[in-house]
């Protein structure tokens, strides 16, 4: 899984050359309907690989338009699953008045997954495949960058 750097400016430039709202650009990238406005706010925000190839597609524009990297990197030689920020999940499920196990059955998780994960001390980590991530935040309505631990 990459991260890429993208400067909130340009997506708004491109967004507004494209003529497409904002609305409509977060649901074209599977986000919530804020998605895009937050992201324009940011000066940089790290967004999700996944992310930048629906924005590209969406837009007519290359990786490097919205990139701070001027082509993709390469990729890692064994792949590392992300570190799951469980104190912001926590958040982020509270505000969205979820249980645990509603959150569960939301994103399609085995039963526990949410418990087990908000039950960790603040020292340990815990690695999430991009697909489970992904899936949490569908179900929060949450950018995924916002669950990652940097």
Same mark, same amino acid.
């Given at each position: 899984?990459?991260?890429y750097?993208?400067?909130?400016a340009? =997506?708004?430039?491109? %967004?507004? /050359? ?6 409509? +650009? #977060?649901?074209?990238?599977?986000a919530?309907?804020t ?6 706010l940011?000066?940089?925000v ?5 992310i ?6 969406a837009l ?10 001027p ?12 570190? =799951?920020?469980?104190? %912001?999940? /926590? ?6 008045? +979820? #249980?645990q ?11 526990g ?6 039950s ?5 980590e ?8 992904w ?16």
């Open positions: 899984m990459q991260l750097l993208v400067d909130g340009r =997506l708004r430039e491109f %967004r507004e /050359r494209a003529g497409i709202p904002q609305e409509e +650009l #977060s649901l074209m990238v599977g919530g309907k998605w895009a406005a937050e992201m324009e940011e000066s940089r790290h967004v999700l690989e996944i930048v190839q629906k924005l590209i597609r007519g524009v290359e990786i490097s338009d919205l990139s701070t990297f082509d993709p990197p390469a990729p890692p030689s064994a792949p590392i699953d992300p570190t =799951l920020n469980a104190t %912001r999940l /926590r958040e982020m499920r509270e505000k969205a008045a +979820l #249980s196990e509603d959150l569960d059955e939301m994103a399609e998780l085995e039963p997954s949410v418990e087990r994960v908000e960790v001390g603040p020292d340990e815990i690695q999430a495949s991009v697909d489970v991530i899936k949490i935040a569908q179900a929060l309505k949450v950018s995924p960058t916002l669950l990652i631990r940097r």
